[in-house]
């Protein structure tokens, strides 16, 4: 497979902007599912000209995983879950529900390369490298974030500026601070708070104050409701000529003279100029008959979504503890609880036995919340991380000319969104010329 060089990177940074060709033709091209990546592909390309149809296999955009993440868009937690130590830990958790990350055994023989991928990126440097080049991404992603804000006006729950992780002890509160400045020569802004300060900031955390010996605050993280913004910008982008099959299921690509020229659906065959497959832990067996081997694999998280009311006092800031390793982020009239990692192949069942870990986790630090899973309207929901080895995300030309990717997002898939698309369009852009070859 042929990937973007070192040259093509630098093209790509800076602001981002969109820099089309003179004389460059629009083209037809189809994107491959209607997640919060697919639907940022959609509108950067639209926006530079080109002719944009999407499939997706269900009845909207943005109700597989794009529908119940943690609402938050991660700046400061774009680091690869591959780090040292961290696969023999996994180990150590194999098979124990209650454990942060749970590898089931049943999932081991169909991911054993996969496995060896993770193990060489949990080296030092190569986790440093990735942490570098994810927050680059991040933070192109969150200044195209801001102008499409400013475009579109799309309601999604949007809130800036309240992000808060709490830590037991000193000892992990140091041991992060330090990972984090690391990355400030590269933009990330942290604030250390004491407790009293996670207080002041966080007044819902007053009564737990003796659980805590303080906190992380980052500034340049967001929060906002995936589904919402997804199904948002779908249906701006339609309003100005963008075409979204809803119900339609991508079954194959239509190869001739080395080119994709068409996507075979379950409506018939889709005529493309360029293909961007935009389907996260489906990609690889849509590629895979194409001799495109692709390292993407499926890793459940949980979340809870409860009434704003069964604690209307409750938080004001998104808090992630460190400790007990759960997200409680308010979101518009709703709270949503999220946490755990489980390697369970394509299950998408919410596991009641993790559920009931999570929500414990949950109860201990804010007992208003213990059973909040079983408050009228709560919704109990799992989804697929789209993780590759190294955590960083495959955006760019596969060795057919006109077929692209922007899948592998794991844990950052709405962090990276519109930065995923914004680059995907660059490169389309910039690859124009091998595409016009071929045709």
């Given at each position: 497979m042929r990937?973007p060089?070192?040259?093509t990177l630098r093209r790509?940074r800076?602001s981002g902007?969109?820099?089309?060709?003179?004389?460059?033709e629009t083209?037809?091209?189809?994107?491959?599912?209607?997640?919060?990546i697919?639907?940022?592909?959609?509108y950067?390309?639209?926006?530079a000209?080109?002719?944009?149809?999407v499939?997706e296999?269900r009845?909207a955009a943005?109700?597989?995983?794009?529908?119940g993440?943690?609402a938050i868009?991660?700046v400061?937690?774009?680091q690869p879950?591959?780090?040292?130590?961290?696969?023999?830990?996994?180990?150590k958790?194999?098979?124990q529900?209650?454990?942060p990350m749970?590898l089931?055994?049943s999932?081991?023989p169909?991911?054993w390369?996969?496995?060896?991928?993770?193990l060489?990126?949990?080296?030092?440097?190569r986790?440093?490298?990735g942490?570098?080049?994810n927050?680059?991404?991040?933070?192109?992603?969150?200044?195209?974030?801001?102008?499409i804000?400013?475009?579109t006006?799309v309601?999604y729950?949007?809130a800036?500026q309240c992000?808060?992780?709490?830590?037991?002890?000193e000892e992990?509160l140091g041991?992060?601070?330090?990972?984090?400045?690391?990355?400030?020569p590269?933009?990330?802004?942290?604030e250390?708070?004491?407790?009293?300060?996670?207080?002041?900031r966080?007044?819902?955390l007053a009564?737990?104050?003796?659980r805590i010996?303080?906190?992380?605050?980052f500034?340049?993280?967001?929060?906002?409701d995936c589904?919402?913004f997804s199904?948002g910008?779908a249906?701006?982008?339609?309003a100005r000529?963008?075409t979204?099959h809803?119900?339609?299921?991508?079954r194959g690509l239509?190869?001739?003279?080395?080119r994709?020229?068409a996507?075979?659906?379950s409506?018939?065959?889709?005529?493309?100029?360029a293909?961007?497959?935009a389907?996260?832990?489906h990609?690889?067996?849509?590629l895979?008959?194409l001799g495109?081997?692709?390292?993407v694999?499926?890793?459940?998280?949980?979340?809870?979504?409860?009434p704003?009311s069964v604690?209307?006092?409750?938080?004001?800031?998104a808090?992630?503890?460190d400790?007990r390793?759960?997200?409680?982020t308010?979101l518009g009239?709703?709270y949503r609880?999220v946490?755990s990692?489980?390697v369970?192949?394509f299950?998408t069942?919410?596991?009641?036995r993790?559920?009931a870990a999570?929500m414990?986790?949950?109860?201990?630090?804010?007992p208003?919340?213990a059973?909040a899973?079983?408050?009228p309207g709560?919704?109990?929901?799992a989804g697929?991380?789209p993780?590759?080895?190294d955590g960083r995300p495959?955006?760019?030309?596969?060795?057919i000319?006109?077929?692209f990717?922007n899948?592998?997002h794991?844990?950052?898939g709405?962090?990276?969104?519109a930065?995923?698309g914004?680059?995907l369009a660059q490169i389309?852009?910039?690859?124009q010329?091998?595409?016009?070859?071929?045709?």
């Amino acid at each position: 497979m042929r990937w973007p060089t070192r040259t093509t990177l630098r093209r790509w940074r800076g602001s981002g902007r969109l820099r089309p060709r003179r004389g460059t033709e629009t083209m037809r091209i189809t994107i491959l599912g209607a997640g919060v990546i697919g639907v940022a592909s959609a509108y950067w390309l639209q926006k530079a000209g080109h002719q944009v149809t999407v499939l997706e296999r269900r009845e909207a955009a943005g109700v597989e995983t794009s529908w119940g993440n943690g609402a938050i868009i991660h700046v400061s937690s774009v680091q690869p879950w591959a780090a040292p130590g961290v696969p023999l830990k996994v180990l150590k958790w194999l098979g124990q529900e209650d454990a942060p990350m749970l590898l089931r055994a049943s999932a081991l023989p169909r991911m054993w390369r996969w496995g060896l991928g993770f193990l060489a990126a949990s080296r030092a440097a190569r986790h440093n490298e990735g942490a570098i080049s994810n927050l680059e991404l991040a933070l192109l992603s969150a200044r195209s974030m801001a102008e499409i804000r400013a475009e579109t006006g799309v309601d999604y729950d949007y809130a800036g500026q309240c992000v808060l992780k709490t830590f037991a002890d000193e000892e992990s509160l140091g041991a992060a601070h330090a990972a984090h400045l690391a990355l400030a020569p590269h933009g990330l802004v942290t604030e250390l708070l004491d407790r009293e300060a996670c207080v002041a900031r966080e007044p819902a955390l007053a009564a737990v104050a003796h659980r805590i010996a303080g906190g992380l605050y980052f500034p340049q993280d967001e929060v906002g409701d995936c589904n919402k913004f997804s199904q948002g910008l779908a249906a701006w982008c339609a309003a100005r000529g963008a075409t979204f099959h809803y119900n339609t299921e991508a079954r194959g690509l239509v190869m001739q003279g080395g080119r994709v020229a068409a996507v075979a659906s379950s409506q018939g065959d889709i005529p493309s100029d360029a293909v961007v497959v935009a389907l996260a832990s489906h990609s690889p067996a849509l590629l895979r008959p194409l001799g495109i081997e692709l390292p993407v694999y499926p890793v459940k998280g949980l979340s809870v979504t409860v009434p704003r009311s069964v604690w209307p006092e409750g938080p004001r800031h998104a808090i992630l503890d460190d400790a007990r390793k759960f997200a409680l982020t308010p979101l518009g009239d709703r709270y949503r609880i999220v946490g755990s990692a489980e390697v369970a192949d394509f299950d998408t069942t919410p596991s009641p036995r993790r559920i009931a870990a999570l929500m414990r986790g949950v109860g201990e630090l804010f007992p208003q919340l213990a059973l909040a899973d079983s408050a009228p309207g709560a919704v109990r929901w799992a989804g697929l991380r789209p993780m590759v080895p190294d955590g960083r995300p495959r955006i760019g030309p596969t060795r057919i000319a006109n077929l692209f990717l922007n899948t592998g997002h794991g844990h950052t898939g709405w962090t990276m969104a519109a930065g995923s698309g914004r680059r995907l369009a660059q490169i389309v852009e910039d690859c124009q010329k091998d595409i016009a070859s071929v045709a």
